[in-house]
């Protein structure tokens, strides 16, 4: 189950950086678009090993630098952090709760466009930064964070449909069941 | 962490400088390698689009597509009338330009393509398109739509190309401001946004002229870039402001092209 979890996250980081860039309606409609991958890291970073949080940060990285005007590898250095970070507390944290899930997105969605812009100004990178910047950011956190729970209910249910059926058990046994009287 | 998680965690640190520190050329050639990977589903969307499409043609009115036919039959016969005329004076100009020995402006050569992305962070302002090498296009060359100047080519690959729109930083355009009269009234160049959020004006600097800028005159490509060609429409001023301490006067433009609403673009060959 593990590969196939880590096979369904690499294959939902690539459609949503396609999505990303292919559909803009949001960006017409608000003036921005959300990242997808930082909520996807938190869920993979609460639900996976290291290897897949490693596969995810440098393949959605790329793929997210691919189509975009970004230095190749800035994305990836947020994702890793994001998904390293979360690994590190992981035991600590309340994986199956929706506040915890809100938090930790909150946090990501609004962490890594921020580290992403440090690193491309440290490379002498000019993107577009004013106000409207701000409005930018706010979204981006409120959105991206939102996402996570939302991740985490399509992920339950692929694997819902996908696994195995669970078998309910009874203590009740009817070949255990004590005839009393005459019989 | 255990130490196999240090070790996983060291590779990926060192990949990810590598990456980082991969020179301009090499980078940009990584990629398009990368981004074709995306090919498949940009085509799956492009067919998708035009189903949608298809669709929605079946669905118009019959009266409503007599009235555009009748409409098109008028235009056509209009333009049928006008060629005539214009043929004779391109022959006239043709004439009087080797009388004088001017240099003849060349035929407008240009490529239709599809916008099939555009890029997925906020602080850049490109889009992709469908033409690449293939199709003869290279970097530099001049992106533009009916209504105006659209951008430059940044990259290319085999199949698809990325275009910088006008407004970003990495795509400055020499600019002249025309009055009615189509008298150069002053020149500056666009290489800034006015707005994060709103992509439909940019920032016309190192205004020389400023007080005979005025709001609702045109502003078209001036050739000194040596990038795009002369007299392209751009947009119109909106205002005129004094920045740092009114030494420099910086004006606000209304593109004459909806950048948030592109579909298709003419790409400029030479």
């Not at chain 2, 555009?118 to 889009?127: F, H, K, M, S, Y």
Request: include cysteine.
């Amino acid at each position: 189950m593990s590969a196939l979890n880590t096979l369904f996250i690499l294959a939902l980081a690539f459609v949503a950086v396609f999505v990303e860039s292919s559909f803009g309606g949001l960006r017409r409609l608000i003036g921005v678009q959300v990242d997808l991958l930082p909520a996807l890291m938190v869920y993979a970073s609460l639900s996976s090993g290291l290897v897949t949080v490693s596969l995810l940060a440098v393949c959605g990285g790329l793929w997210f630098d691919a189509l975009s005007a970004n230095r190749l590898g800035v994305s990836i250095v947020p994702l890793l952090v994001i998904g390293f970070t979360i690994q590190q507390f992981r035991h600590l944290i309340l994986r199956q709760e929706t506040y915890t899930h809100l938090v930790l997105g909150f946090a990501a969605s609004g962490f890594a466009p921020l580290l992403a812009l440090a690193i491309i100004l440290s490379y002498g990178g000019e993107p577009i930064l004013g106000w409207g910047t701000l409005w930018q950011w706010f979204a981006m956190t409120v959105l991206g964070g939102l996402l996570v729970p939302v991740y985490f209910q399509l992920f339950n249910q692929v694997y819902r449909v996908l696994g195995y059926e669970r078998v309910v058990e009874s203590t009740y046994r009817s070949d255990r069941e004590i005839a009393r009287g005459r019989g | 962490m255990k130490r196999r998680h240090y070790l996983l965690l060291a590779v990926v640190v060192v990949l990810t400088l590598v990456i980082l520190n991969l020179s301009p050329r090499t980078a940009t050639q990584f990629k398009l390698a990368i981004g074709s990977l995306f090919l498949p589903l940009f085509g799956l969307a492009g067919s998708g689009q035009q189903v949608a499409e298809k669709a929605g043609n079946a669905v118009v009115p019959r009266k409503d597509l007599l009235k555009q036919i009748e409409q098109l039959r008028r235009e056509n016969a209009e333009l049928k009338v006008q060629l005539p005329r214009l043929a004779e004076l391109e022959r006239q100009n043709a004439h009087l330009s080797a009388q004088v020995g001017f240099k003849q402006s060349s035929r407008l050569n240009i490529k239709l393509a599809r916008i099939i992305a555009r890029d997925p962070a906020n602080w850049w302002r490109n889009v992709q398109i469908d033409l690449g090498k293939r199709d003869g296009l290279r970097v530099d060359l001049p992106v533009r739509t009916a209504e105006g100047l659209v951008g430059r080519v940044s990259e290319v690959s085999e199949t698809r190309a990325r275009v910088v729109l006008l407004g970003d930083p990495t795509c400055p355009v020499s600019a002249t401001v025309r009055d009615a009269l189509n008298n150069v009234v002053d020149q500056g160049v666009i290489k800034s946004p006015a707005a994060v959020l709103d992509e439909s004006f940019v920032e016309l600097n190192f205004l020389r002229n400023a007080t005979a800028v005025k709001p609702g005159q045109l502003v078209v490509t001036s050739d000194e870039g040596g990038l795009f060609p002369k007299g392209i429409r751009i947009g119109e001023i909106v205002d005129v402001r004094p920045v740092d301490f009114g030494l420099v006067h910086v004006a606000r433009v209304k593109l004459a092209v909806r950048m948030n609403a592109l579909d298709d673009v003419w790409v400029m060959m030479p």
